[in-house]
């Protein structure tokens, strides 16, 4: 978006070719569903016995339309549950302040904080808990891009 180039603009023009092809395949974009981001985010422990590497998912909704959504292999392997779900909240919040820069260029800047939905207690805990991060050196990383 900084420095657009002929082939971004190729990019863009085989985009609107998609959509305009598949404008009933489902997703419903609202002109009247509020701006405010909100975002689920899981993660499975490990979901694939060869590698032994987690698999994160999140979507993020802007009012009630799908913005962004990814699910992809975690590029390294998590000790726990609770840490493969961490690095999934990472990721997801990556992405969310990533939006927030988007949306302010937009001049649709957010004013409240985003919402982040999790199903998992440990994860929230820690979150939640600066004296608990002494327990977990090694996704230090992740904990500091959470705060």
Not at 17 to 37: A, D, M, N, P, V
């Amino acid at each position: 978006m900084a420095s657009p180039r002929t082939t971004h603009y190729d990019d863009v023009l085989r985009i609107i070719r998609y959509i305009k092809g598949t404008l009933f395949y489902g997703l419903h974009y609202s002109t009247t569903s509020s701006l405010i981001l909100k975002a689920y985010f899981d993660a499975d422990w490990p979901d694939d016995p060869n590698d032994r590497r987690s698999t994160t998912g999140f979507c993020i909704f802007l009012g009630d339309s799908l913005l962004s959504w990814c699910i992809k292999k975690q590029t390294l392997v998590a000790r726990s549950s609770t840490e493969a779900e961490y690095r999934a909240l990472a990721d997801t919040t990556s992405e969310i302040l990533w939006l927030h820069w988007l949306l302010s260029d937009l001049e649709t800047s957010q004013s409240s904080p985003t919402d982040l939905y999790c199903d998992n207690r440990g994860v929230i805990q820690i979150a939640h808990n600066d004296v608990f991060h002494e327990k977990i050196k090694h996704i230090e990383i992740d904990c500091h891009i959470i705060c």
